[in-house]
């Protein structure tokens, strides 16, 4: 080819050296976006900042480093740090979405301060990616109890013999809003009494605290437990069963009610089935909804304060044990994924499921589907074989 030799534009580094009056109108640019975006960031994001950067600090301070201006490699020491710590199950307590929140933090307070950001080096960055790619081996997602394994935990226990059917009451409630509610441990064991409201035509309403996945709706969730076709289906018989044990006074009167158990009939009010064994009066309270129990061969005791999710979670898996089920690979989550499961296997539309779990995307949903219900929605259902 002849002529003079084409140049390429990215060849050469373009002039890096800006006229001042043109740079100090881009800095003044520079303040009003950055005042801009300190509006947008919503008061979960600042908060979550605000404490990424303490603890970059602290991590300095014990380190002898600099903070600010960071060198990228005190980032990089930063993150590897974060990696290498574990919680008291010996999981890593940082999730890579919490560290890479921690470095946008750290990145947040040097662009405030108009230094560079170390977080934007290749070698941080890069680190990030490897740790994200070791990590990503598949969680470990608990399997789903569907409707059947419910109940069969459920029947195995003893419901009418003291002091047994103390625990039981409980536990039966726990499992329902697991299943029916689809409610994570915490939010189960964060419930008062005052979340709960009896509903003369869906059965109980359940206002659940604002869900974790939620920044700016700070409204609670209600979720609705519906009365069963049967008493063994309906999980507002296990609320007035809990409540009512909950409100006994004294040892003779726990055990009364506990032989008094007609599980065979309706004891929440349901239409056509007589008085519930609560009223709305006994509801009014802040205190806990699930209690610690104590109870040994000879009593039972309900505790004043609440249970915690993670009892919660060892709960159900002595329950399957005691129903002869093996619990290795199930937690309480098994209820919530178990409710999306059933509900899909029975027909349920995406948005039925978001509603009742309280999710705000869809692709949740869809983890779900893929992972335990390959059939739903598949085209290959109606080719008609
Ligand atoms: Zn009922």
Redesign the pocket.
């Known amino acids: 080819m002849g002529g003079s030799p084409v140049r390429l534009a990215a060849v050469e580094a373009p002039d890096a050296v800006l006229e001042p009056e043109i740079n100090d109108e881009l800095r003044e640019l520079e303040a009003v976006s950055l005042d801009l975006e300190t509006h947008t960031l919503s008061a979960n994001t600042r908060r979550a900042y605000e404490s990424a950067w303490r603890s970059f600090e602290e991590f300095c301070d014990a380190h002898s480093l600099e903070p600010l201006p960071a060198h990228p490699e005190t980032v990089r020491w930063y993150v590897a740090w974060m990696s290498m710590q574990l919680d008291e199950h010996g999981l890593p307590r940082f999730s890579v979405a919490t560290i890479r929140q921690r470095l946008a933090g750290v990145a947040d307070r040097h662009l405030r301060d108009g230094v560079l950001d170390p977080t934007g080096h290749r070698g941080v960055s890069g680190l990030v990616r490897g740790l994200a790619k070791l990590r990503a081996v598949r969680p470990e997602r608990k399997r789903p109890l569907l409707l059947d394994d419910v109940l069969r935990i459920i029947g195995s226990m003893e419901h009418d013999v003291y002091p047994a059917g103390v625990s039981a009451a409980r536990d039966t409630l726990a499992i329902w809003l697991g299943f029916a509610g689809a409610l994570r441990r915490s939010e189960a064991a964060g419930l008062q009494l005052n979340s709960v409201a009896l509903h003369r035509l869906d059965g109980v309403h359940v206002h659940v605290g604002a869900s974790k996945a939620d920044q700016d709706n700070t409204l609670p969730d209600v979720v609705v437990l519906p ?2 076709e049967t ?1 063994s289906t ?1 999980a ?2 296990a609320v007035h069963r809990w409540v009512a044990l909950k409100n006994a006074v004294d040892r003779r009167q726990t055990m009364t009610l506990l032989f008094a158990y007609q599980l065979e009939e ?3 009010g ?1 239409a056509g ?1 007589g008085p519930g064994l609560i009223s709305s009066a006994d509801l009014m309270s802040d205190a806990p909804l699930l209690r610690a129990t104590y109870r040994n061969r000879k009593s039972a005791r309900i505790h004043e304060q609440s249970v915690t999710g993670d009892a919660l979670h060892t709960m159900l898996l002595a329950r399957m044990a005691e129903a002869g089920m093996n619990p290795s690979a199930y937690g309480f989550h098994s209820l919530r994924a178990g409710h999306v499961t059933q509900a899909r296997r029975n027909g349920a539309s995406t948005e039925e499921i978001m509603r009742a779990g309280r999710w705000r995307k869809a692709e949740t949903v869809n983890v779900y589907d893929r992972e335990f219900n390959p059939a739903a929605r598949n085209s290959v259902m109606r080719l008609g074989l």
């Open positions: 009365y069963g008493p309906c507002p018989c309706h004891v929440c349901k089935t």
